[in-house]
């Protein structure tokens, strides 16, 4: 089972990058309650959970999942579209270093991890405000010759691909068909949120079941209703920084612990 790194919500998370939702009032103690159950919920579904330092002066430093791309081979450190997120890759690339060969994005190339769907060996990227041509062409350059095809995805009015679509498993991607092209996906069959639900499609599969908000109970009726176990965690206050379940990790398939 995969080692989860993680990092806890820094004491400046109501100063947190924001492009679609409006600010509003974040309660950090109860952030910080919200992520420690989420990282519970990862450990009962069998990750390990590896913690970075805190990065209380790195206000979005909590969403890990956008400053590294972890293939079975390589992990890169990205160049995060947002310049306040920059520095978020020193202690990312230190705490990657254990487990993989650790390669680096350089300007002028941008690119979210929140923008990498896997699924097996293709790697979709949103082109969103966050990811740039160049970046892309960095994931390619790193990702091709290691037999991964990288598939650019058309996305609009949302954060990052994953906010608009995620791996279920089975086949099955998750999707809000407003805000993605989904016709760039291949051999996969989408399933679409309820419209009451536009947010709904991020979902972190591990294990036997989906990581997902606990605000979504339509998405989650639509996806026990296929066959899929869910696990619905409150991430209220991590939801108004435009975070979701998938963010709140990276996940490094094939690691034992250090105690196993
Ligand atoms: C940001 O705008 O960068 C953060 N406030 C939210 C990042 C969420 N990341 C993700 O969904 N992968």
């Known amino acids: ?10 004491t400046s998370l109501a100063r947190c990058e924001l492009s679609f939702r409006a600010r509003e009032p974040i309660d950090v103690a109860l952030a910080r309650e919200q992520h420690a159950a989420y990282e519970h919920a990862l450990a009962s579904l069998g990750a390990t959970i590896v913690r970075l330092p805190a990065a209380d002066e790195l ?3 909590v969403f890990v999942e956008d400053v ?9 450190v990205t160049r995060p579209g947002a310049a306040s997120r920059r520095a978020e890759a020193i202690s990312m690339t230190h705490a990657l270093l254990p487990y993989r060969d650790v390669r680096t994005m350089r300007a ?10 896997r699924i097996g060996h293709t790697l979709y990227v949103g082109r969103s405000a966050r990811s740039n041509g160049a970046g ?3 994931l390619r350059e790193e990702a091709e010759p290691r037999g991964y095809e990288v598939v650019p995805v058309p996305l609009t009015d949302c954060l990052h691909l994953k906010t608009g679509c995620t791996y279920a498993g089975a086949g099955v991607v998750l999707a809000n068909p407003r805000w993605i092209d989904a016709s760039a996906l291949r051999d ?12 709904g499609a991020s979902v972190l ?10 605000s979504y109970p339509r998405t989650r009726a639509l996806l026990e209703s296929r066959g899929f176990t869910t696990c619905a965690v409150d991430l209220s206050e991590l939801q108004k920084a435009e975070g979701g379940p998938t963010c709140l990790s990276v996940l490094i398939e094939g690691e034992a612990s250090a105690t196993d």
């Open 59 to 61: 206000p979005d430093a």
């Open 1 to 10: 089972m995969p080692i989860a790194l993680t990092r806890a919500p820094s």
């Open 68 to 76: 590294a791309i972890v293939l079975d081979e390589i992990a890169i």
């Open 108 to 117: 002028p190339a941008t690119l979210d991890g929140g923008d990498v769907m």
């Open 136 to 138: 892309i062409a960095a």
């Open 205 to 214: 599969a591990l294990g036997r079941a989906l990581v997902m908000p606990a």
């Open 188 to 199: 996969v069959e989408v399933l679409h949120v309820p419209e009451e639900e536009p947010w």
